[in-house]
């Protein structure tokens, strides 16, 4: 999503702004936010949280303000999708872009692993994301 302003409210239980399904490597699924702002009234809100095995959510371009807990992602309380998650963030800024607390799952992406992520081709976004025709 390129251009997305997410609201964070105030939540007592916790805030999580993604939560993404992916069991194996074979699915082609994900959530790219690309260019986006996430603020709100909130505090400690996680950019992910690792529902299945196989987490992918990238954050590129993205302004983060305080909202964002430092901690970043989440591993759902599974320790093991630590190591098979993908929570990457990229060339982000704010305060809650500060990247000296994440979680273990959290990767600061390289441009070659961000790439595939802010294309029109991921998960074939150039058959549904572009506007249709008039």
Same mark, same amino acid.
């Given at each position: 999503?390129? +251009? ?6 105030? $939540?007592?239980?916790? =805030? ?5 399904? #992916? @069991? =194996?490597?074979?699915?082609?699924? %994900?959530? &790219? ?14 950019? !992910? ?6 987490? #992918? ?11 964002? @807990?430092?901690? +970043?992602?989440? @591993? =759902?309380?599974?320790?093991?999708? $630590?190591?098979?998650?993908?929570? %990457?963030?990229?060339?982000? =800024? !704010?305060?809650?872009? @500060?990247?000296?607390? #994440? ?8 441009? $070659? ?5 802010? &294309?029109?081709?991921?998960?074939? !976004? ?9």
């Amino acid at each position: 999503m390129q +251009g997305t302003k997410l609201q964070v409210i105030a $939540d007592a239980k916790g =805030n999580f702004i993604t939560a993404q399904a #992916r @069991n =194996n490597e074979g699915e082609d699924t %994900g959530f &790219s936010f690309v260019h986006c702002k996430v603020e709100g009234t909130g505090s400690g809100a996680y950019l !992910g949280r690792a529902w299945q095995q196989r987490p #992918r959510v990238v954050f590129a371009y993205t302004t983060m303000s305080g909202v964002v @807990n430092p901690q +970043g992602w989440s @591993n =759902n309380f599974h320790p093991e999708r $630590d190591h098979t998650a993908l929570f %990457g963030e990229y060339k982000c =800024n !704010g305060a809650g872009a @500060n990247t000296a607390a #994440r979680a273990k799952s959290s990767k600061k992406l390289t441009a $070659d692993q961000v790439a595939p992520f802010i &294309s029109l081709g991921f998960i074939e !976004g150039s058959k549904w994301l572009l506007p249709p025709p008039s």
